[in-house]
């Protein structure tokens, strides 16, 4: 098909663009164009199925009408409200449907505009909670190793992604990281949670020796580390790390930016494993990925641990200019109801025995070392090619896109999250696509 000369803008080199090899893309890029339901547009007319949500954010599909609209009459109606002392009905209502969705110990919903923002805003709320109770001592943070917590100076301190963190510095102080989960030799193939690992959380155990567990404010970790290349947690592992939490007076933070509203086919993770941390993240599916947006939150003794003193003083001094935006609230209060009105956590759950039965299909396939999978998340990962990581699954994911499915690549990991609204039509179209690309892989 001819090239859609409008869609294709003839100066590239302005955008810096984010975590992209600039250079390549711009030498040959991929412009999407336009996106319904599961499939996007390139400027050059082709359809290419979306087997990653966008960024594991776009949880309903793209171009969802009730969403499109809701932005559309909000910013005519109020486009922007300030945040601090004053407030707009939209962000109420949100908060409240956010709290309803959520476990019960979460009643209290914290704006912010991004999965790092959440993680920052967790992580500060989690020193001052302590602070506020006479425990001002408690100030290590602890993450765990392939951690992603985002890109800001406290989320990379306590992710555990080599990358992210070698080149910006000596980062936070008071900070320390437990082992990974991934045991490759014993996990390799698993469908779902593997049975072996749990103990990797007496890890925790470990570092609370060794600094005292009173001066540590709290553990984060992702339920299921997505960045990583899609780390599934052992059996018993978080209902470990829970309990040693709680043993300690550690406050555990689950970062469910992925894993929030219907990735693993429940509300959110917590639900999912049914283990309670005290305070969660989210961001992405809260809006659908259509504005940016994102939430902390948070059971009500540390909620309520704030509210003393004079009244007319600032409780917590955090906030962004857009937490709470009248258009992000109408996106997230649009999101929220159509992922309720379509069932569409219930869908993910329905699916996902097909979803992990055509993704372990492929253990066979070219270059293949492990299959990993859980509610609609799932990894390919590769053997990487001798003196040259990352460059396999580098060409797999530019050959897909040629080949019309969009797929994510982390080291030589394959990961992929697709729409919750996917049908086994296109988990078909992905799977048999990806395969016919690995074939043909060098
Ligand atoms: C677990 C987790 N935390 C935080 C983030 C950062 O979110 P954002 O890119 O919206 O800042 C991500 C993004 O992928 C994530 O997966």
Not at 218 to 237: F, Q, R
Request: glycine fraction near 10%; include cysteine; charged fraction near 20%.
């Amino acid at each position: 098909m001819a090239l859609d000369r409008k869609n294709v803008p003839n100066d590239l080199s302005a955008f810096w663009m984010p975590f992209t090899a600039n250079r390549q893309f711009k030498q040959a890029p991929r412009m999407l164009v336009s996106a319904d339901g599961m499939y996007y547009k390139t400027a050059d007319g082709r359809s290419v199925l979306d087997g990653t949500a966008g960024l594991w954010c776009c949880n309903a599909g793209h171009n969802r009408p009730k969403i499109v609209e809701a932005i559309r009459q909000q910013a005519g109606e109020l486009d922007y409200a300030p945040a601090f002392q004053l407030g707009h009905p939209k962000a109420f209502e949100l908060a409240s449907a956010v709290r309803d969705m959520a476990p019960e110990p979460f009643e209290h919903v914290f704006f912010t505009n991004s999965g790092s923002e959440s993680v920052e805003t967790a992580l500060k709320i989690a020193l001052a909670y302590h602070r506020a109770r006479g425990e001002g001592q408690r100030t290590r943070l602890i993450g765990r190793e392939r951690g992603y917590h985002g890109v800001n100076f406290g989320g990379i301190s306590v992710g555990g992604i080599v990358n992210n963190r070698k080149y910006f510095g000596t980062l936070l102080t008071g900070v320390d990281h437990m082992t990974h989960t991934h045991l490759p030799k014993e996990h390799a193939h698993t469908k779902g949670q593997p049975e072996y690992g749990a103990h990797l959380a007496d890890d925790l155990e470990r570092i609370a020796a060794l600094h005292g567990p009173e001066t540590i404010a709290a553990v984060i970790v992702e339920p299921v580390a997505g960045s990583t290349g899609v780390l599934i947690p052992p059996k018993g592992y978080l209902e470990r790390l829970r309990e040693i939490c709680t043993k300690h007076g550690i406050l555990l933070i689950f970062d469910e930016v992925i894993t929030g509203f219907g990735r693993l086919g429940s509300s959110f993770a917590a639900d999912h494993f049914g283990v309670m941390p005290d305070l969660i993240t989210t961001a992405k599916g809260l809006t659908n990925g259509v504005i940016p947006m994102g939430a902390v939150l948070a059971t009500s003794p540390i909620h309520d641990a704030f509210m003393q003193g004079p009244e007319h003083l600032i409780e917590l001094f955090h906030g962004y200019t857009y937490s709470g935006n009248p258009l992000s609230s109408a996106a997230g209060l649009a999101t929220l109801e159509t992922y309720r009105e379509e069932g569409l956590f219930q869908r993910a759950a329905d699916i996902a025995p097909y979803w992990q039965e055509a993704l372990h299909s492929l253990k066979d396939a070219r270059h293949v070392i492990d299959i990993r999978n859980i509610g609609l998340i799932g990894a390919v990962e590769l053997e990487p090619i001798a003196g040259a990581p990352t460059k396999r699954a580098f060409q797999a994911f530019l050959d897909a896109y040629e080949k019309g499915i969009l797929i994510r690549t982390t080291g030589d990991i394959i990961a992929m999250s697709p729409p919750l609204i996917i049908e086994k039509s296109h988990i078909d179209q992905l799977i048999d696509t990806l395969r016919d690309v690995l074939t043909n892989l060098d």
